[in-house]
């Protein structure tokens, strides 16, 4: 079954804390993206790779990072979470970059306390 | 001012009823429209995709761009309590994934 596969789904975490939110897909794929959902902001994208070692900043890479060193994961790296970080997360992954063809993951729920 | 305004709602109806969302806009670049479907505990799904204005029909659903009020509107014809979910609007300019704007999301009910 074609999936992109986010781990954990939900967490709770602490100020300061490091943490690796991981994403999978098993579509060969060569465009990942984050995004971050928050109420009455919409989804707004975080990075994005256009294929391995190659990523590139969204709207809101502050305090984020990111690596691209196999094809099928793209891990989203907080080094130092703080309250504003907040947010519910999605990893998509999609073959051409076109919108019509992005899959999105099914969520990681993060709260930092 | 957001570029993507879209009323949360939350927006009820009865089962067969026609739903009408809406989103406005202001950045007159947008040229690429998007309707997801979001469930909740989901991520969310591509609905429909358009380009410039005019309609796009598939099934019961209708995706409406009008580019000269900056106005986008996905009709829902018959609907089931199946639709119910949060519907986000999404534009942009360039046909990529990296220039998307999102709307904040609709969520609606259709009650048996």
């Known amino acids: 079954e074609a999936q992109v596969t986010q781990n954990p789904r939900y967490l709770i975490t602490v100020t300061g804390k490091k943490l690796t939110v991981t994403c999978s897909q098993n579509m060969n794929h060569e465009y990942m993206s984050w995004y971050r959902q928050d109420p009455g902001l919409g989804l707004r994208q975080i990075y994005y790779s256009m294929n391995v070692e190659v990523t590139d900043k969204g709207d809101v890479p502050e305090g984020y990072k990111v690596s691209r060193k196999e094809k099928r994961n793209f891990p989203l790296i907080l080094e130092s979470p703080s309250p504003n970080q907040t947010s519910l997360y999605f990893c998509a992954s999609s073959w051409t970059g076109l919108p019509d063809t992005q899959y999105f993951g099914p969520g990681t729920r993060l709260t930092v306390l | 001012q957001k570029e993507v305004e879209q009323d949360p709602g939350p927006l009820s109806v009865p089962e067969g009823a026609i739903v009408s969302l809406n989103c406005t806009y202001s950045n007159s670049a947008f040229q690429y429209f998007m309707w997801y479907r979001q469930y909740s505990r989901k991520g969310p799904e591509l609905l429909m995709y358009?380009?410039?204005?005019g309609n796009k029909e598939d099934g019961r659903f209708t995706a409406q761009v009008d580019k000269s009020s900056k106005y986008i509107s996905l009709f829902i014809r018959d609907s089931q309590p199946s639709d119910s979910a949060t519907y986000l609007c999404a534009m942009s300019g360039r046909d990529n994934n990296n220039d998307m704007r999102f709307g904040a999301g609709t969520r609606l009910t259709v009650k048996p």
């Open positions: 358009t380009y410039s204005s």
